[in-house]
């Protein structure tokens, strides 16, 4: 994700004025919320959040699997 200077919005800003900050990420997408000058929350456009942090239950099933296969020993010693 890339981070502009015209994305950061301070926590006051954003609690006094939510509606600029809405229209900010209709416009880019993304807002950076600073919280004593320092990023601390992320608002983003609910469909951007749905292209690239959402899994499907198979990619989560084929991710348990590989994992699961990868290290299977050290979950077979903490069965026991």
Known sequence: MNI???NLVSISEANQNFSR?????????????????????VLLDYSLFRKNTVADDMDV????TK????H?????????
């Open 72 to 80: 299977i020993q050290a979950f077979e010693e903490l069965a026991k």
């Open 21 to 41: 900050v809405a229209r900010l990420v209709d416009e880019r997408g993304t807002a950076i919320i600073l919280k004593n000058n320092a990023p601390r929350y």
């Open 67 to 70: 994992l699961m296969a990868k």
């Open 4 to 6: 502009s200077v015209d």
């Open 61 to 64: 099933d084929a991710a348990a």
